[in-house]
């Protein structure tokens, strides 16, 4: 990799990026204003909820008897704490809403930078160039989004951790951000790449990964198996209590990477030049077919 080339790629990007002004202001006011809808909606009481990414073997004590009330295998059995349900609430709507929101920001990248993105293919940039330019992008805006959302928490609920709750946010931002990349990647339309986003980052971080919800879900593999799991424990074990999150961190960098590597098989298969057969080689770049150099699948002709 040239650095000089990516840096190009970088500050393009960055540049398509800071042309939409009205989004990034609503990237900061977002967060806050679904925050503060919660703060005031939310019910007053103490809740028992369940961490599920901590074992019985790494608990400070046993489980109540009384929760939960029906049979759970002992290989299932998880951290059971009593906190706040205004808190509660309050860490899974701002997980979802980075989650969300950094996946429609990589969405966008790879959507409406198609234009940009077959010119430089064309002068000659790799689409593993231009994709790193979109990862590091994208990776900017999730940590100004997790440290506004962040610093809300610590205003209003404080944390045992608190770099380790900013952690959760980050890795839930970065989960979510391939995901974006991966759907900006292999759809064409931007709204069927949003309802993509919008419809998995609310089914899962915002409803299936609620301790309150999960306590008594039968399917629990399949809820682990969602992107927010991992990240969404993160910020739960650092809001509330101190337990190891090692594992969990690592196996969300993993499971952001892999979505990654599935973006970027997408994203070079789209954006591979050929030649066209009709035309006649040529050193300059005359003869190649630009529609085939389009990631995303846009379709656009050259002249």
Not at 68 to 94: G, M, N, Q, W, Y
Not at 114 to 125: E, I, K, Q, W
Not at 183 to 189: D, H, K, S, W
Not at 213 to 222: M, S
Request: hydrophobic share 50%.
């Amino acid at each position: 990799m040239k650095p000089r080339r990516l840096a190009i790629a970088l500050v393009m990007t960055l540049r398509q990026l800071l042309r939409n002004r009205v989004a990034l202001v609503l990237l900061v006011v977002v967060p806050i204003a679904f925050q503060a809808v919660t703060l005031e909606t939310a019910p007053r009481r103490d809740v028992i909820v369940e961490l599920a990414s901590v074992p019985e073997a790494e608990m400070a004590m046993a489980p109540p008897t009384y929760f939960p009330k029906r049979h759970v295998r002992p290989e299932d059995r998880r951290a059971v704490v009593e906190e706040p349900a205004r808190s509660v609430t309050l860490i899974f709507v701002t997980v979802a809403t980075v989650g969300m929101l950094a996946a429609y920001v990589a969405l966008t990248l790879m959507q409406r930078n198609a234009s940009s993105t077959l010119r430089l293919v064309l002068c000659g940039y790799r689409p593993w160039e231009l994709l790193a330019a979109n990862v590091v992008a994208f990776l900017c805006v999730v940590v100004a989004l997790s440290g506004v959302a962040a610093g809300f928490l610590l205003h209003v609920i404080g944390g045992v951790r608190p770099a380790v709750m900013l952690l959760g946010l980050l890795l839930a931002g970065w989960v979510y951000g391939c995901y974006g990349l991966l759907v900006g990647a292999a759809l064409r339309t931007e709204l069927a790449g949003l309802l993509c986003v919008v419809l998995l980052s609310s089914l899962d971080v915002m409803w299936l990964q609620n301790p309150m919800d999960y306590a008594e879900a039968g399917a629990r593999l399949l809820i682990r198996s969602l992107p927010g799991h991992l990240p969404s424990q993160v910020s739960l074990v650092g809001a509330f209590e101190d337990y190891e999150f090692g594992r969990q961190a690592l196996g969300a960098l993993a499971y952001g990477g892999a979505l990654l590597a599935m973006a970027a098989v997408v994203f070079a298969w789209k954006g591979r030049v050929r030649r066209d057969p009709s035309a006649p080689p040529s050193p300059r770049g005359e003869g190649l077919n630009p529609r085939s150099a389009l990631p995303g699948g846009v379709d656009q002709r050259g002249p």
